[in-house]
């Protein structure tokens, strides 16, 4: 089978068998009245009524949710093998960097920071 444009010793069965690359990737997400920018709420009708509204996400965007929110996660896709960072980043939009980021969420607000601050200030 392939993978990674590479050739793998191994069949699709074998491979599924041995390799977990299932992800509960987030296509909508809840938000908040306190969370949305201007533009979405001049675009978004309801928003007042409901406190917020559900939005529809990208896939790309979807996937960097899921990668920041499932830092455990990340060994189990960086190891596959003949993993290559420019086909992953192609196929969902994180970037190596993105791995250096985390999202904190405080009193209802979600902000991303950066791994070494998070473990500065004893979140992670």
């Known amino acids: 089978m392939r993978l990674f444009n590479k050739e793998l010793d191994m069949t699709v069965s074998e491979f599924y068998n041995k390799y977990d690359i299932s992800a509960d990737i987030p296509l909508n997400r809840w938000v908040e009245k306190d969370d949305m920018t201007k533009e979405e709420k ?3 009708s309801g928003w007042e009524t409901m406190g917020g509204y559900l939005k529809t996400l990208e ?5 960097k949710i899921w990668w920041s929110e499932n830092l455990n996660d990340h060994k189990r896709f960086l190891d596959l093998p003949g ?4 086909i992953f980043t192609e196929i969902t939009g994180i ?12 009193e209802g607000k979600t902000k991303k920071i950066s791994r070494e601050s998070a473990k500065a200030l004893n979140l992670i």
Do not use: G, L
Request: charged share 55%; net charge negative.
């Open 42 to 44: 001049k675009k978004i």
């Open 59 to 63: 896939y790309k965007e979807a996937c």
């Open 95 to 106: 970037t190596k960097d993105e791995d250096d980021e985390v999202e904190i969420t405080v």
């Open 83 to 86: 993993f290559d960072w420019d």
